[in-house]
């Protein structure tokens, strides 16, 4: 099974369709959007959207890895990694559509 992949030109196209704007405009609506969120994220704040989820950022400490072919240690530096918590009523919607596909 493919799996598709929703692009940021389909997320304009349904706001075009739903909402009755323009296609350029709603182009820049899905644009504003996004890069809202980018930049709350980037400063290390939350974004909690109702009923779908939230994006979080958790800091990573220092770590020793493993090359798994050589088997070399290798120091694995801090860094900020996005974290994504689907809210309970998104894990719902996605289980029924699983029982009623499968």
Known sequence: MAAKT?????????????????????????????????????????????????????????RVGRNPKTGEEVPILPRRVLVFRASHVMKNRINRSARASG
């Open 6 to 62: 929703l692009t940021r030109a389909e997320l304009s196209e349904a706001v075009y369709q739903e909402v009755g704007l323009s296609r350029n405009e709603s182009a820049d609506l899905v644009e504003t959007v996004l890069k809202e969120i980018s930049d709350v994220l980037a400063q290390g704040e939350a974004v909690k959207i109702s009923s779908f989820g939230t994006f979080s950022i958790r800091q990573k400490g220092k």
